[in-house]
């Protein structure tokens, strides 16, 4: 597996794989690999002549307030495991590569990234996200990009920028990875001490009580929803958001006729974490 730093060598590896009429696939990372990451650098692996991994704390999609500083870095530890999945490429730009002097270019994708964890977060976390995919795609140019469906909000913003912009990609969305007791697989799962592990299992359990109620019968999302804050509230969790909206659209439902997306956001001891489960709907 080749260690790439620079756009121009990039480019030249993916120009001569192209050359060679091989398919590139992408997963793009901010590091600190689990099971979730090696998920997709297998699918990536599976369906690609060559896979590239990119390998970037991205800096604009973080708050002043938030964990740039001090997110889990150990590129030794990830280029190991990205090599053991057969990953061709590892490509791990410093911060000045990606964003020269004098860059002054966002990619802003209106109504979808204002809700949920745009609202959490700030309006500057999917202006971030948008615009690092948006580099990644145009230094990489792959076929196709792998992300985790633990992320839905950031999968539907992609989605939207690749219509939207006509850009020539395909998305595939990946299957939340979790750990035997439901917490899903997160970089951010490294800062539950022991107590706030035991407490975190709470979300996954939250989505379950819910889909048990909506998979019953149930269509009316405040029943839905008061199903999962009941688990939350029993481990003491007070959410960030716990919130039933269209899976497509985003936008808020009161019966879950369409396809629907469950999603919360909570501090749970020093992590910010987040899951979802998608309910399906009638039609
Ligand atoms: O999901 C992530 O790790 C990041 O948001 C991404 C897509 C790599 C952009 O920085």
Not at 167 to 174: G, N
Request: a negative charge; one cysteine or more.
């Amino acid at each position: 597996m080749k260690i790439l730093r620079t756009i121009t060598e990039i480019r030249a590896t993916v120009q001569a794989a192209r050359a060679e009429h091989r398919t590139v696939g992408l997963v793009p990372t901010m590091g600190a690999f689990h099971e979730g990451h090696l998920s997709l650098m297998r699918e990536a692996r599976a369906h690609n002549d060559l896979v590239v991994v990119s390998l970037f704390v991205n800096p604009t999609q973080f708050a002043a307030n938030e964990d740039l500083s001090t997110y889990p870095r150990d590129e030794a530890r990830d280029a190991a495991l990205a090599e053991a999945e057969g990953v061709d490429v590892l490509f791990a730009p410093e911060p000045s590569e990606v964003y020269p002097d004098g860059f002054a270019t966002t990619v802003h994708v209106a109504g979808i990234t204002e809700v949920l964890d745009g609202a959490s977060r700030g309006i500057h976390h999917f202006d971030g996200v948008a615009t690092v995919v948006i580099k990644l795609f145009g230094i990489v140019r792959p076929d196709v990009a792998y992300f985790g469906q633990k992320d839905a909000q950031q999968v539907l913003v992609v989605r939207r920028v690749v219509r939207d912009l006509n850009l020539d990609v395909r998305i595939e969305a990946c299957p939340i990875v979790r750990e035997a007791d439901g917490l899903a697989m997160s970089s951010r799962n490294v800062y539950l001490d022991p107590d706030a592990r035991a407490q975190a299992t709470a979300l996954s359990r939250a989505l379950d009580a819910a889909h048990a109620v909506h998979d019953a019968g149930a269509r009316d999302a405040a029943v839905i929803r008061t199903a999962a804050l009941e688990v939350l509230d029993g481990a003491g969790i007070s959410p960030e958001y716990l919130e039933l909206r269209d899976a497509e659209t985003l936008e808020p439902v009161a019966t879950t006729r369409n396809d629907t997306l469950l999603a919360v956001a909570a501090r749970v001891g020093a992590a910010r974490l987040i899951d979802n489960h998608t309910l399906r709907g009638d039609a």
